[in-house]
């Protein structure tokens, strides 16, 4: 079945630290992976997705099919990147999201 | 930039009556989606709608809801007979079909159903 897991709700971190959000999948297939993000009083938008391999405001996220990961990375957090994260599952265009619980991310000054 | 917009931001209502939720997505879009996201707990899909037809739908999305495109650009979820376990935020949120090309879903702000 498929399946998307965010172990972390809630994550903390001073600005400057690196951060990593973690997801892990299950899927019977080859998925795309994404993460999208939503900004205090904001609409979910998308950060990042696997088939385009970029760095979107110093965030990067590899796919890791071994390990059935996408887990998000930054190296030096900062005070805007306070937002809930949630990383999401599609197995081709058309198809439904599967999104996990979200990651509530915390950039303590 | 193009956004996916819903009415109403807010809506109240009585167990029992029913509701309609508008989006009007991305214009050039082909896929249209509802999803919504209970208190607390994760976002979850509802139903997709492509060429005038559901492409796919959930359990949850069972015989007291449905779904149309009125026009050339609203996308409605009609909730028939509200429960009190329908209070959730409902998204829609559309995507451009291009054969091999990526699968980024436009979300609305969310439409937030509270059923008393």
């Known amino acids: 079945a498929q399946r998307v897991t965010q172990p972390e709700k809630l994550l903390s971190v001073f600005k400057g630290a690196p951060v990593e959000l973690k997801c892990n999948y299950s899927y019977s297939g080859s998925p795309e992976l994404f993460w999208y993000v939503q900004y205090s009083r904001q609409r979910l938008q998308l950060l990042l997705r696997?088939?385009s391999r970029e760095s979107i405001k110093g965030f990067t996220a590899d796919l890791n099919k071994g390990e059935t990961s996408f887990h998000l990375k930054k190296p030096f957090a900062q005070e805007e990147d306070s937002a809930m994260y949630y990383c999401a599952l599609s197995g081709r265009p058309g198809n439904q999201f599967y999104f996990g619980t979200g990651t509530s991310l915390t950039v303590i000054p | 930039e193009p956004e996916v917009t819903q009415t109403p931001s807010h809506q109240v209502t009585q167990m029992g009556q029913e509701v309609i939720l508008r989006c009007v997505p991305i214009?050039?879009?082909?896929?249209f989606y509802w999803y919504r996201q209970i208190l607390g707990q994760k976002v979850e899909f509802l139903v997709s709608f492509y060429n005038n037809e559901i492409s796919e739908k959930s359990e949850i999305f069972d015989d007291q809801f449905s779904v149309e495109r009125p026009d050339g650009s609203n996308f409605t979820l009609k909730i028939r007979s509200t429960k009190l376990e329908d209070s959730a935020m409902y998204f829609c949120?559309?995507?451009?079909?291009?054969?091999?090309?990526?699968?980024?879903?436009?979300f609305g702000p969310g439409t937030r159903l509270t059923v008393l």
């Open positions: 214009s050039n879009h082909l896929y």
């Open positions: 949120a559309s995507s451009e079909y291009l054969a091999g090309a990526n699968n980024e879903q436009f």
């Open positions: 696997h088939i």
